[in-house]
């Protein structure tokens, strides 16, 4: 399932695979919960407009848009980025050198949506790896914050204004949640321009709540999702779709082996479901940032262009990387053939460009 795919992403980054049979000492009853954030206050941002952070980084030649003139925001609910699991909830304000992931999240993710919006991005108490699958108490604690900080930037940040709702991983996990709880089906659907919710098991009947998937570049008020994975590995399925686990009108839902409704796979190359894009349609992909990492926004290493092609299979997104490419693998792609910490790198100025190109289509679509 999903957790566990979040889980082993995290780990592959590190030393060892260790950290993934380690739990809290203690139960989580018995455990004090870290401070709520105060999303009133700027720590309890990773990224906010005015602070000139990293995810105002862009890589050469590209334009990144000023805040003051920015067309659209962006909402961005961050993927597990502490990495241990002696906690059941990481503190929402843990330095970069113990959340180790803020800084490469910035630089890859969050930054491919800086040439159409200003961005915002909120720390919150994220559940740890062991959490993910092992502690309901902690994953309420991490969408209880993600939902305050939502609710926060539309009612003092937001004015009306379109935005994109886009995440990772653990916060993909979460956007699943927010979109049903605080999006559809209330007046902030329309201002929605789309939900990029990657990385994670996203069921296809979210059309039955009103939420279609994209099937166009620029089609706007729809939800894109995908996981990647190499050609020719199936393991990723199993692990990914087999029992998953997600929250579905009012509940966590865990359907029975085979059972869940088919996963959401849109072509992050052609933004159409069904169809192969060649590598030459992948004009430039990014790997997973190593450290040491800058302090504020730098001009970022060029792209890499012509990568890989990709095309959805089975609800997988298949990528061929050839081997010659440096950078793009870790433990998980050798165990499972995911390429679960590269699912925006690899693409990443195919969803700059069609971010700017969905804006621009809501955009024309409304009255003026």
Not at 39 to 44: I, L, P, S, T
């Amino acid at each position: 399932m999903i957790f566990l795919l979040a889980g082993l992403a995290g780990c592959s980054q590190i030393s060892s695979l260790a950290e993934t049979f380690r739990k809290p000492s203690a139960p989580f009853s018995a455990t004090a919960t870290p401070p709520a954030p105060d999303y009133g206050r700027r720590d309890a941002w990773m990224a906010f407009p005015g602070d000139g952070g990293l995810e105002r980084s862009a890589p050469p030649g590209a334009s990144v848009v000023a805040e003051a003139s920015a067309p659209a925001d962006l909402f961005f609910i961050h993927p597990t980025t502490y990495l241990k699991n002696d906690v059941y909830n990481a503190h929402y304000d843990a330095p970069n050198d113990v959340a180790v992931f803020n800084a490469p999240v910035l630089l890859q993710q969050v930054s491919a949506f800086n040439a159409c919006c200003r961005l915002y991005a909120p720390q919150y108490r994220q559940a740890s790896l062991y959490s993910l699958s092992h502690s309901r108490p902690a994953n309420e604690i991490a969408f209880a914050d993600v939902q305050r900080a939502f609710r926060w930037y539309i009612a003092h940040e937001n004015h009306g204004r379109p935005f994109i709702l886009a995440s990772h991983s653990q916060g993909s996990g979460i956007a699943i949640r927010l979109l049903q709880t605080d999006i559809l089906g209330t007046p902030l659907q329309k201002q929605m321009v789309t939900a990029y919710v990657v990385g994670a098991y996203v069921p296809s009947t979210f059309t039955e709540l009103g939420l279609p998937t994209c099937d166009a570049p620029a089609q706007t008020g729809c939800i894109v999702a995908w996981n990647t994975a190499q050609t020719g590995r199936a393991a990723p399925a199993t692990v990914l779709f087999k029992t998953p686990r997600y929250w579905w009108r009012g509940a966590v839902r865990t359907p029975a082996a085979g059972t869940a409704p088919a996963p959401i796979c849109v072509n992050a190359l052609t933004w159409r479901q069904a169809g192969a894009a060649p590598a030459a349609a992948n004009t430039g992909a990014m790997p997973f940032p190593k450290p040491p990492f800058p302090k504020a926004a730098v001009t970022l290493p060029p792209l890499a262009p012509h990568l890989t092609g990709a095309e959805c299979r089975k609800g997988l997104l298949y990528v061929d990387i050839p081997r010659s490419a440096k950078g793009y693998g870790d433990t998980l792609t050798l165990l499972y053939g995911s390429y679960h910490a590269e699912d925006y790198g690899i693409f990443y100025a195919s969803v700059r460009q069609n971010a700017a190109d969905r804006v621009t289509a809501w955009t024309a679509d409304q009255p003026h």
